[in-house]
């Protein structure tokens, strides 16, 4: 299986918090799922607490090398940046990762890097993956907590975006 690319600062294991989520689904593909996860736009269409989706000055709602977003998941809002953006082929797995910034300036500022793999494995099966590397003061305290916000909040976005593809296929 493939993993997702890492840069230096945000190697996990070596930030303030790091969380994982994983599915392997039967009957789904990579370009099933690609759709959702590939444009921002459409996240609030699957995840009741992503909200306020938009772009930066003068770009559209299609991702780009660089292109600069913003969205609300809950009370935070989260301005990112698009730094890796590679669709489903028949031959390599889709990523798609951004790094986001929470806050920025201020003494609660978190610092993340938030990827997505979407991977077509043998026998008619896909793999989820949502991994999130996270840096600052406030990471460092949900490293600590039990339930886990920031795992639990991932857990539920990769549980609505495989439900929504499951209400795509339905139709």
Do not use: C
């Not at 003494?107 to 890097?113: K, S």
């Amino acid at each position: 299986m493939n993993e997702i690319r890492w840069p230096e600062m945000f190697t996990p294991g070596m930030t303030d918090h790091f969380v994982s989520v994983e599915k392997i689904l039967a009957g789904m593909n990579a370009a099933q799922i690609w759709p959702l996860i590939g444009r921002p736009t459409v996240w609030p269409q699957f995840h009741p607490r992503i909200a306020e989706v938009s772009f930066g000055q003068g770009e559209g709602v299609d991702l780009a090398p660089g292109s600069r977003f913003v969205f609300r998941i809950g009370d935070v809002v989260v301005n990112a940046e698009l730094a890796v953006l590679d669709a489903p082929t028949p031959h390599r797995p889709a990523q798609i990762a951004w790094i986001g910034r929470v806050n920025a300036g201020t003494e609660n500022a978190v610092t993340a890097y938030f990827a997505w793999l979407i991977e077509d494995l043998e026998g008619g099966r896909v793999r989820v993956l949502a991994q999130e590397s996270l840096l600052g003061k406030p990471a460092l305290a949900m490293a600590g907590m039990r339930p886990d916000p920031a795992l639990n909040a991932h857990h539920d976005w990769l549980m609505n975006l495989v439900a929504a593809v499951g209400r795509q296929r339905a139709v």
